[in-house]
């Protein structure tokens, strides 16, 4: 079966599951197992639930050399393969409807695994593609139509729902469906809830069998069978994550809100200061100053204040008068001045205003929708247990964060994934 090799590439960015070098060796060691063992492998081998041999939950009874890297965060594999699942088996092909022109010999495996949705983690589920030689159609082993060609033999198996890039399995159904009275973003923040929560009890678990000393001190980046080879993966820098819609609006917004305060800090210090007519002297003495306010207070006028201790804007607008070389409607050019300010002032603080409280709705819409800020809070829970153990001598790897696709790569269905409007057919 020449088509592991496609799995070699990473999938991210490619409409496929975005997931680490171990977990992608993992799919292709059981290919490789499958496609040589056949039908026996599933004798074996629960086809809903793969794992790796000597799998986490193992290490307490193991001696600590045995606990690898990053397998640690392997995710069980669903592999649905029909002709092997069920003894002499051949499926019907979904365009002709029979199945004499299929060779389930040549059955290949498809390019890359769908992601598997369930209520607390994913899985990823596999199959291998048919061809058939009556109307030179290829089809998935999951195609629905092929199933239900084929429903008296498969009825009550395959418990997956499926959908174009995904699948959700049987008990994430159930719960969407049992809770369907709810709104679809309470069912997503509760679903995402739980996700963080297996997420914090497994690496609790982790923590405490590093505490127990069955973890052995590997290097984070450590290939899958091999503890002593670092991967690739360890030299390049992190990929940064690429802000959604919704904070990209919101790092527009802080900037606005930012620009806003600083007119607005400005025009109130205007408002409540004061100008010194000596500034507006030195200011009026350069030509190339023009657009000065003050218009109608020339250079004469604001010597003539200066010399009669008129020294400020505030000065004058408290002179009481009485002297004939100063005029009234000085006085009125220094009151338009600040009734402008003011209304500058006024303009500012109400932009301010206005853009906080987009900030404020924007915040609350995307706490609402987006429960990332959840898994955030897990990692940090979690983060605080590596910290502790870091202190410890001869330390073992820090458990994964919650979201690094390499690692633990925690992926809870989307919002749209669970909105029965969306994507499933919800109302089976
Ligand atoms: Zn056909």
């Not at 291998?128 to 092929?146: L, P």
């Not at 033999?153 to 499926?162: E, S």
């Not at 402008?340 to 853009?355: F, P």
Request: glycine fraction near 6%; aromatic fraction near 8%.
């Amino acid at each position: 079966m020449p088509s592991n090799a496609l799995l070699q590439q990473r999938s991210k960015g490619k409409g496929g599951p975005p997931f680490g070098v171990a977990q992608r060796r993992f799919i292709t060691t059981t290919r490789n197992a499958i496609s040589s063992q056949g039908q026996t492998f599933f004798a074996s081998h629960d086809w809903m639930n793969i794992k790796p041999k000597n799998g986490f939950n193992t290490c307490l009874a193991q001696d600590k050399s045995n606990i690898l890297g990053e397998a640690i965060y392997v995710k069980p594999l669903v592999v649905w393969i029909p002709h092997y699942l069920i003894p002499n088996h051949i499926p019907s092909c979904p365009n002709c409807e029979r199945c004499d022109g299929i060779d389930v010999n040549e059955a290949k495996w498809v390019k890359q695994p769908k992601v598997l949705f369930g209520l607390r983690s994913q899985r990823y589920l596999d199959t291998m593609s048919y061809k058939c030689h009556g109307c030179k159609k290829e089809f998935y082993g999951y195609n629905e139509r092929s199933m239900e060609l084929d429903a008296n033999k498969l009825t009550g198996l395959f418990n997956i729902h499926l959908s174009r890039g995904f699948a959700v399995d049987d008990e994430l159904y159930n719960y969407v469906i049992a809770h369907s009275l709810d709104s679809t973003s309470t069912i997503h923040r509760r679903v995402v809830q739980l996700h963080s929560d297996q997420y914090l009890s497994e690496a609790m678990y982790y923590y405490r069998a590093v505490d127990a000393d069955k973890v052995k001190a590997l290097p984070g980046n450590v290939a899958v069978g091999d503890g002593t080879q670092r991967t690739i993966d360890s030299m390049l820098p992190k990929a940064q994550a690429r802000p959604s819609r919704d904070e990209q609006h919101l790092s527009n917004l802080m900037h606005k809100c930012d620009v806003i305060k600083r007119r607005m800090e400005f025009k109130i210090e205007q408002y409540e200061g004061e100008v010194r007519f000596s500034d507006l002297l030195d200011k009026k003495a350069n030509r190339n100053n023009i657009h000065q306010p003050f218009k109608g207070l020339g250079k004469a006028k604001l010597e003539l204040l200066v010399q009669n201790n008129i020294f400020t804007t505030r000065d004058l607008l408290l002179f009481p008068g009485g002297n004939p070389a100063i005029l009234p409607q000085w006085k009125m050019i220094v009151q338009d001045y600040y009734e402008q300010v003011k209304v500058e002032r006024d303009r500012a603080m109400q932009d301010y205003e206005e853009v906080t409280l987009d900030i404020d709705m924007l915040k609350l819409v995307m706490e609402e929708e987006d429960p990332t800020a959840v898994l955030a809070e897990a990692a940090q829970q979690v983060s605080q247990e590596a910290e502790q153990v870091a202190e410890t001598t001869d330390k073992p790897p820090p458990f994964s964060q919650i979201n690094d696709t390499e690692k633990y790569n925690c992926r809870p269905p989307s919002k749209a994934t669970i909105d029965p409007s969306e994507g499933l057919d919800w109302s089976r």
